[in-house]
């Protein structure tokens, strides 16, 4: 009964291998590169590299770019971290979409 008991205690401290959440990382990429096509656009439209007659646009596809910008990056951040295995990140921070 001991032994059975010890054994239990020894497995609940096992590490399992944690399964990569493919989609969560695709869908972070697609945020943080859209987020930065969208921030590249509103800062030529600020600065006048694009047509002033798109001038309404400009202030809510710069919301939107950061909006989309601020989440991508900070769950890439994670996955790279825990594909390079640093202490601290595991890609069991990064949310499944499942």
């Keep these: 009964m001991h032994h059975v008991m010890l054994m ?19 869908l972070a990429a697609l ?15 600020v600065s006048g590299h694009i047509d002033s007659k798109y001038a309404d646009r400009t202030w809510p596809i710069i919301i939107l770019g950061i909006i989309m910008f601020l989440p991508g990056a900070y769950h890439v ?8 295995q640093y202490p601290g990140f595991s890609f069991d921070d990064i949310p499944e979409f499942d």
């Design 8 to 26: 239990v205690i020894c497995l609940q401290f096992e590490k399992v291998p944690t399964r990569i959440p493919w989609r969560a990382i695709i």
């Design 31 to 45: 945020l943080f590169i859209g987020g930065i096509v969208l921030l590249v656009v509103g800062s030529l439209l």
């Design 77 to 84: 951040r994670i996955a790279y971290y825990a594909f390079r």
